[in-house]
């Protein structure tokens, strides 16, 4: 049962990184037909989510080297 329930989160991350990744590629493509073209507010908070991961994980290994390094 829980073995279903991981195949099938897993199955619609899947679906969600394809869509996202099509949706990105029409961006692109768009952008570079019409380069004064404003990007779609889905693909802002796309870069917005994007950019506060690595940030976050950047100051996460940043507190941890100077754990560690103490």
């Given at each position: 049962?829980?073995?279903?329930?991981?195949?099938?989160?897993?199955?619609?991350?899947?679906?969600?990184?394809?869509?996202?990744?099509?949706?990105?590629?029409?961006?692109?493509?768009?952008?570079?037909?019409?380069?004064?073209?404003?990007?779609?507010?889905?693909?802002?908070r796309f870069r917005q989510?994007?950019?506060?991961?690595?940030?976050?994980?950047?100051?996460?290994?940043?507190?941890?080297?100077?754990?560690?390094?103490?």
């Amino acid at each position: 049962e829980e073995a279903k329930h991981q195949d099938m989160e897993d199955k619609a991350a899947a679906m969600a990184v394809l869509r996202r990744q099509k949706m990105l590629e029409c961006e692109k493509e768009n952008i570079e037909k019409m380069p004064f073209m404003d990007i779609r507010s889905e693909t802002k908070r796309f870069r917005q989510e994007v950019f506060k991961r690595r940030h976050r994980s950047r100051v996460m290994e940043k507190q941890n080297s100077t754990v560690a390094s103490n």
